[in-house]
Nanobody
């Protein structure tokens, strides 16, 4: 069974940078869709960014465009999220997710495997 393990969360100040990583274990092939989602306190989980087509295609939520970069290392099914110019509103638990469907979606319901989440806290 595929397991996802995130790392790299922390507490930072506005304007700082942070890199999250996600390692997938238990799957010998390139995972079709990988994504990062966040859940802020009192809110529903929402998409941050996804990557598909072997990492050649990406989607970003409007709130992170130009600041965050998602990347996938196919050979190792490793996913990262480079987060720059962090803002207090980026504070949330960040989850790595994997989908094995042929088509990729931003809907969290389309993802079958989830990591445990990593906390990112940005203070002003």
């Amino acid at each position: 069974q595929v397991q996802l393990v995130e790392s790299g969360g922390g507490s930072l100040q506005t304007g700082a940078s942070l890199r999250l990583s996600c390692a997938a274990f238990g799957y010998a092939y390139s995972i079709p869709c990988l994504g990062w989602f966040l859940q802020a306190p009192g809110k529903e989980r929402e998409v941050v960014a996804i990557t598909y087509s072997g990492g050649r295609s990406t989607y970003y939520a409007d709130s992170v465009k130009g600041r965050f970069t998602i990347s996938q290392v196919n050979a190792k099914n490793t996913l990262s999220l480079q987060m720059n110019s962090l803002k207090p509103e980026d504070t949330a638990i960040y989850y790595c997710a994997a989908s094995f469907y042929a088509n990729c979606y931003i809907d969290q319901g389309q993802y079958q495997r989830w990591g445990q989440g990593t906390q990112v806290t940005v203070s002003s």
